[in-house]
Each structure stands twice: as C-alpha cells, then as structure tokens.
C-alpha cells in the first residue's frame, strides 16, 4: 500500500503537548501509543496508509526494529540515523509518487525536504488539532489531492458573505447624488479603499473574487 501520509512523530507529540507534563521514558511511549491508536481512529481502514517515524535516540528501544507495523500504522525507528529528520528526508525521495504524499511536521528543514519534491505539507499542530482527516475525509482528500483544510483561497465561505455584505452596503451608498443600487441589480464591487475596517490583504483579496482585479499569477 502506498504511503499517502508521512508523520513526522516526535514532531506532533512535542508540539502538541502529547507526553504531559515530564518527557520521560514512559510518558513517550505512551505517547507513541496515543498518537498511533488517534491514527488509527481517524483514518480507520486507511491507517495502512500513514506512515509514522519515530527518532531511536527517544525511544527506549525494548524489542522495537527499525520498521514495523503497530496497531495498523507503518512506524520507523531512526535506527542508524542521527536523527528522524535523515530518515523522513529518505523516505520522501524514495516515494514512488511524492505529489500524492502529505508530510507532517513543524520542522522547517523537513519542509523543505518535502517542498523540493513537491510533496504537501502541514504543520503538526494544524493536521493534530485542526486539519486531521476523518476516514471518511481521508477518502475524499486522496481523489482531490489535497489534504483537509489547505485551501487556494485566503477567504473562507463565512468570510466571503461577510465581503460580499458589507460591499453590497457600500455599493448601495448614494454617491454625488447617483440613485442607490435596485434590487436585483447585479452586485459590481465598489471601489475600496480606508474606509473599510479590513486589512488590506483581505481587501485585495475581496476584489480579486469579485472579478475586479486579475489574480497575482495571471
């Protein structure tokens, strides 16, 4: 089964207060078994999927290898690495199709090992608390291709009402005595400018929606 996330373990347990309140041998251990059985919750039949690597110099290795399978999750030990970094970096090279693959961690450098192959990434608090799939959201999110909660746009649905509102308000203002908009007028975007409460990236992004200002990239 081909890998379609890649958890950058110690990376979600340390950001995500996952170990309580004393980082100790055990408490990391039962850590690892939260993590994994919280996996294996959220993406039910497709846990084979995920793939979790573990740093050996952390772990106290009684019994573990390098590689095996816990409670359905792919997990690797770092053995004979320096650092689980090394290893997420190896494993992402030797995907078979790394656009497929969503890597999490926090780590800048492991990032960056993921953006040079054109792998997704996702910051381990927002995948842990925010943007961790469901299984039935896992399923959805490998036909589209994108992992749950990354979006294209900086404005959310309730955002843009919340535009769309307030520029149908300014656009209905008489202006040097013009009639005020009718209704079912279509809703043309107003110019904006400092009157608005927003920032102005938010207001930049508004006109683009509303078809009045090209995209960055056109």
Same mark, same amino acid.
């Given at each position: 089964m081909?890998?379609?996330?890649l958890?950058?373990?110690?990376? /979600? ?5 996952? @170990?309580?309140?004393? *980082?100790?041998?055990e408490?990391l251990?039962?850590?690892r078994?939260?993590? #994994? ?5 959220? @993406?039910?039949?497709?846990t084979n999927?995920v793939?979790?690597?573990f ?20 997990? =690797? =030990?770092s ?6 970094d090394?290893?997420? &970096?190896e #494993?992402i090279g *030797?995907?078979? &199709?790394?656009?497929?693959?969503t890597v /999490?961690?926090? &780590?800048?450098? /492991?990032?960056?090992a *993921?953006r040079?192959r054109?792998?997704?990434?996702v &910051?381990?608090?927002a995948?842990? =608390?925010?943007?961790?799939?469901t *299984? %039935? ?6 036909v589209t291709g994108?992992?749950?909660g990354q979006?294209?746009? #900086?404005?959310?649905?309730a955002?843009?009402?919340s535009w ?10 008489? %202006?040097d005595?013009?009639a ?6 279509? #809703? ?8 608005s409460?927003?920032?102005? %990236? @938010? ?5 683009? =929606?509303l ?8």
């Open positions: 081909i890998c379609t996330t958890i950058d373990g110690y990376n /979600v347990i340390f950001g995500c207060g996952l @170990y309580g309140k004393h *980082a100790t041998a408490s251990a039962q850590a078994h939260r993590l #994994l059985l919280e996996i294996g919750q959220r @993406y039910g039949k497709r999927q793939t979790v690597v740093d050996a110099q952390r772990a106290a290795l009684t019994g573990q290898t390098e590689r095996q399978t816990e409670l359905g999750v792919d997990v =690797y =030990y053995v004979g690495y320096s650092n689980a090394l290893l997420i &970096d #494993l *030797a995907h078979p &199709d790394p656009q497929r693959l /999490v961690s926090s &780590d800048h450098w /492991v990032q960056n *993921a040079r054109r792998a997704k990434f &910051d381990a608090e995948w842990y =608390y925010d943007d961790q799939p *299984a %039935d959201q896992a399923e959805d999110n490998e994108k992992p749950t979006s294209d746009d #900086l404005l959310d649905d955002e843009k009402k769309e509102l307030w520029a149908q308000q300014l656009a209905d203002q008489p %202006d005595g013009q005020t908009a009718k209704e079912g007028d279509q #809703l043309d975007a107003p110019p904006l400018d400092n009157r409460p927003f920032p102005q %990236d @938010y207001l930049d992004e508004l006109q683009r =929606y078809g009045k200002r090209p995209p960055d990239d056109a």
